[in-house]
């Protein structure tokens, strides 16, 4: 059946319809507020130990795999209602093992990303003990979202905007001040190979995976908000990391833990100043932290309630529709990577975006699958999307890749054993 209500449209990415629901200024603040959380003050770093002065470059390559991605979810979300995601539409267009592939990498890709948010957070509020830092925000967003508790529409824009002031003062007085040299940006702008510009740009990836607050069927925004998104983000993140290495260069860079906190330190901020910068970081990984928790555990239960992992996992809705015991299991996933498995922050960021690419790889090969009656995105789109979630997430660091792949490929295995004794025990039937 073709939709007729209009959700707007993209100037690459031809029409789109579906049902009217809330969007506008509120979706792109969710999804741009997610974004800055999830990557400025993250993944700069590890980003440009990879790519160096050509970071912006990298950022350009991830935003534009992340837009033709999310043109590929938000069309296919006009078909399968619900939650699940790609796991649903890998499911129904391509196959159940794809399904689960999707689903499962999600999961380890959330997991992954809520340790990498929650050591940020440790690094800036606590740096003599950052991991004890993210133990105890991974514990506090945990009980948040277990009673209830969501910030209103309305105060997670005055966070967002609190935190995009915050990065603005950051550059403005970096470069009103004798802090930032663009001799230091030109001495260093050695091209360091194609494959390193890849890996910082599935890195940053990470950054953008922030537009899965708003698009899809449940809060129903259109391509505008998610190209309005992306770009307002894109912008931010090529001004902060140009001042970050005409400040800081791009060894010292890459050897950060707080990028944001030495560039302001590193332009004479006051004490003040530094403090509003750790404030701000705490303040976007805590509105990061609280929607990929529950996504993560949405997951979870999806997968429960069709036996891919234990079922009792998906019981207990708590108020806002979180299923309970999904929500502890992910949280205690997360805790104990930071604290039993140590991983680092780059790891963590790596692995959160193998997971997120090899999910959205699927959603784009998904969309290929559409008709031309199913208001199909035009063919570059999602191939676009599918080459470039599958090259970034192999050119992601090597440590990472691994570990990504043995996550990843651990919940493959179980599903291939169990369809297999399926298939063995109905041919002795």
């Known amino acids: 059946m073709r939709h007729t209500h209009a959700v707007g449209t993209s100037l690459f990415s031809g029409s789109a319809v579906a049902p009217r629901m809330p969007g506008g200024v509120a979706a792109v603040v969710a999804g741009l507020g997610a974004m800055v959380g999830a990557g400025v003050f993250a993944v700069l770093a590890p980003a440009a130990r990879a790519a160096g002065?050509?970071?912006?470059?990298?950022?350009?390559?991830?935003?534009?795999?992340?837009?033709?991605?999310?043109?590929?979810?938000?069309?296919?979300?006009?078909?399968?209602?619900?939650?699940?995601?790609?796991?649903?539409?890998?499911?129904?267009?391509?196959?159940?093992?794809?399904?689960?592939?999707?689903?499962?990498?999600?999961?380890?890709?959330?997991?992954?990303?809520?340790?990498?948010?929650?050591?940020?957070?440790?690094?800036?509020?606590?740096?003599?003990?950052?991991?004890?830092?993210?133990?105890?925000?991974?514990?506090?967003?945990?009980?948040?979202?277990?009673?209830?508790?969501?910030?209103?529409?309305?105060?997670?824009?005055?966070?967002?905007?609190?935190?995009?002031?915050v990065l603005a003062a950051v550059v403005v007085l970096s470069w009103s001040g004798d802090a930032a040299e663009w001799a230091r940006v030109a001495e260093a702008a050695r091209w360091h190979g194609l494959s390193a510009v890849l890996s910082a740009a599935g890195l940053l990836f990470f950054a953008f995976a922030g537009w899965t607050r708003i698009s899809g069927s449940r809060v129903g925004a259109g391509e505008r908000e998610i190209g309005w998104a992306l770009g307002t983000a894109l912008g931010g993140y090529v001004a902060v990391a140009v001042t970050a290495v005409a400040v800081l260069g791009p060894r010292a860079l890459a050897r950060s833990a707080t990028p944001v906190l030495d560039v302001a330190a590193a332009g004479g901020a006051s004490a003040t100043v530094e403090s509003a910068v750790a404030a701000g970081a705490a303040l976007a990984c805590v509105g990061v932290l609280g929607p990929v928790v529950a996504a993560a555990?949405?997951?979870?239960?999806?997968?429960?309630?069709?036996?891919?992992?234990?079922?009792?996992?998906?019981?207990?809705?708590?108020?806002?529709?979180?299923?309970?015991?999904?929500?502890?299991?992910?949280?205690?996933?997360?805790?104990?990577?930071?604290?039993?498995?140590?991983?680092?922050?780059?790891?963590?960021?790596?692995m959160s975006a193998f997971g997120i690419l090899v999910y959205y790889a699927v959603a784009n090969a998904s969309a290929l699958r559409l008709g031309p009656t199913e208001n199909r995105p035009w063919l570059a789109m999602p191939v676009v999307g599918l080459v470039g979630c599958t090259v970034l997430a192999l050119c992601l660091p090597s440590k990472a890749v691994v570990c990504g792949m043995a996550a990843v490929g651990a919940g493959v295995a179980v599903f291939v054993v169990r369809r297999w004794r399926r298939r063995r025990a109905s041919a002795r039937a």
Do not use: N
């Open 53 to 165: 002065v050509w970071l912006p470059l990298a950022l350009a390559i991830a935003a534009t795999v992340a837009y033709c991605s999310a043109i590929s979810e938000t069309r296919l979300a006009l078909h399968h209602r619900g939650r699940g995601g790609a796991y649903v539409y890998g499911r129904r267009r391509l196959g159940e093992g794809w399904g689960l592939a999707a689903g499962w990498a999600f999961a380890v890709g959330a997991v992954a990303a809520c340790a990498a948010v929650a050591l940020t957070f440790g690094a800036y509020v606590w740096p003599s003990q950052p991991r004890a830092g993210a133990l105890v925000i991974l514990a506090v967003v945990v009980v948040l979202r277990w009673s209830g508790t969501r910030a209103p529409v309305r105060a997670a824009a005055l966070a967002c905007a609190a935190v995009l002031a």
């Open 297 to 350: 555990a949405h997951m979870v239960a999806v997968l429960a309630a069709d036996g891919h992992v234990p079922r009792w996992l998906g019981g207990g809705a708590r108020p806002l529709g979180v299923p309970e015991r999904a929500l502890v299991a992910v949280g205690a996933a997360a805790a104990a990577a930071v604290a039993v498995v140590d991983l680092d922050l780059r790891t963590a960021a790596g």
